[in-house]
């Protein structure tokens, strides 16, 4: 099973990822995440798309279609795997196609996430993670159970990204609307596209992602 999840930034990608990585053992795939990776460990590939990531611009289409290439030929994504972050361009989204397509293989659902912009803002300068873990939390949607310590691993370390202030939160939007909001033509054309109702709480977000993978 390859799925997508498609939505702008703080639409709740990596909060649902995470449950279904867990609940139905598909690995998730987050372009952020391994770029994040690459930059602390100062790696060329972190060299070249720090500026971009902090300036909320997306990364060259060559980098990214490279780490995800390289990616999906290990192991652990052999039976399918969940796409948080990737494809943003339709030039991401054709060389996914051209990737799989060599491997007798397709995207089976892609699952748009859609939630108002206004509450976006408020997701994003909220969001944090844990330190070791990197299980998501937020200041008032999502708190830890015991306040100040992690749910699945209970650590007290926890962290939260450089590029989630409000003045990059605006040009990450921008960015979304101008060159990601494309792909929902693009896969709608190809008869997978799935909308959901992004607004919803947490719980209910999730049962609405289920019933679309149920149903494939
Ligand atoms: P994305 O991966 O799409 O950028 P995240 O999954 O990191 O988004 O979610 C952004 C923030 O919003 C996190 O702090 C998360 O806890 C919170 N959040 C996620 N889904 C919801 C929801 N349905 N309602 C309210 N807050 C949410
Ligand atoms: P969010 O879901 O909150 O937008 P991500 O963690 O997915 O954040 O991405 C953070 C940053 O990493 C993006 O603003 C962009 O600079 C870069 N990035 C991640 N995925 C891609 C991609 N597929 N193409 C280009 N840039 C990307
Ligand atoms: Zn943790």
Known sequence: MIIVLLGPPGAGKGTQAQRIMSSRGIVQLSTGDMLRAAVANQTEVGRKAKEFMDAGKLVTDEIVIGIIADRIEEEDCKNGFLLDGFPRTVAQAE?????????????????EMKVDDEALVDRITGRYTCAECNAGYHDTNLKPRVAGVCDSCGSTNFKRRADDNRETVVSRLETYHAQTAPLLPYYSGKGVLKTIDGMADIDDVTTQINEVLDAL
Do not use: S
């Open 95 to 111: 060389a996914l196609d051209d990737l799989l397509e060599n491997k007798n293989l397709k995207v089976d659902a892609v699952i």
